[in-house]
């Protein structure tokens, strides 16, 4: 079987008659915790899928699976890993019940016998130091003891494991040729720091059969460079994940949704939207925006990403933010070559960044509002330089996204 264009051709992906991941390699699917404001009727049939996180994942994936019947592959994640650090003799599960095995649903596989909904195995926070490296090990074996078809090994590492324990990360790895899923552990953004962006991009260049979850739109910087597939939450809580027994932060007093800024390439509140952008945003036009523009009358046939202000616009909001990212993707992934792909990311990125400067200086330069971050400054580099700055000779882009087809 040919990967899917972008991916590493590698060895496991082309050669195995059982493909546990053929239904699920090459997407980017929608990360979910709390389904009440999820846009789960968005996802695309052709290149989305949903994960289905925490206590209630079982019950909410079965639902959706009823409801929907179209083919959406789907992920159980058990999240211990929010709760629970691993040891050595206990690197998964609560210590009273096995790993549950009674998901997903027979009849559920394709023609061809591969399942089209997984489950993440209950591995517990892995911790960046010896009896963290310990516990990965057991996990990892622990799981491939299961012979589970359906089971993909959750990899839930601290973030440090990026940069200070890379290589014992890259060798335990690939030499568990069941499929993984990473998940990086942080009391912030987890791509906060140069070193942690640039690690990750060597991590997917390097490792087979591997997914990043539960993150932002770190997800393309894994799949250009070889990742199975990867997740980016409907909200803050699931696309970065605290650690043990510690919430997500939140900005005070602030109930405004996180809005994807499709230029910027990064999440804003819909307050420094409304306060910054209000004079100088054009109105986005992507399916839900225009499908709200329909509903509420608006000739103009889109709405302004400086009007979602009201915890009122939350659904709305992330339904945008699903809508313009799995643009993104499309255009990424549409690229004819793995080199391509790269390339066109690169590029996003670097006229992300040149757009934050465009507008810190000419609507915030004292306070700064618009500093980009430095992981959009890495992944602008070719190299993946952490102390580099980017080629920023790409123009500043429109600030709204192009309409998807």
Known sequence: MPPFPGQTPHPSTVTSSLDVLRNIRG????????????PLGQVSRSTGGVVFSGANASKSCAEFVQDTDHGVPTIIDPALYENFEATPDLPMGDGNEPVPMDYPPSGTND??????HLRLTPTRYLPCTDRGEVALRNAMAEGEREKDPALVLAVPIDVRWLVDRREDLLHILNATPAPKAIIL????????????????????????????LRTDLAAFEAMVHGAAFASIGDRSSV??????????????????????????????????????FRDVSHECTCPACSSWAEKNGRNSGGRHLSSYTDSADTYDAHAHNLATWSHLWDLISSQTSPERQRDYWRRMCANSVATF???????????????????????????????????????????????SD
């Open 239 to 276: 696309r970065y994940s605290p650690l043990p027994g510690r919430h997500g932060w939140n900005k005070r007093n602030d109930r405004s949704p996180n809005v994807l800024h499709p230029t910027m390439l990064d999440y804003f509140r819909g307050s420094t939207l409304a306060t910054y």
């Open 357 to 403: 400067e465009y507008l810190n200086d000419k609507h915030s330069r004292r306070i700064k509002a618009f500093k980009a971050p430095v992981h959009l400054r890495v992944w602008s580099d070719p190299d993946g330089r952490s102390g580099s700055a980017p080629d920023l000779q790409i123009p500043c882009g429109e600030l709204s996204p192009e309409r």
């Open 111 to 116: 023609s061809e016998g591969d399942p089209r």
């Open 27 to 38: 997407r980017v699917l929608l990360h979910v915790k709390a389904t009440g404001q999820a």
């Open 185 to 212: 552990c942080h009391k912030g953004n987890p791509m906060g720091s140069g070193g942690h962006a640039a690690g990750l991009r060597e991590i997917f260049s390097r490792c087979e059969n591997t997914a990043l």
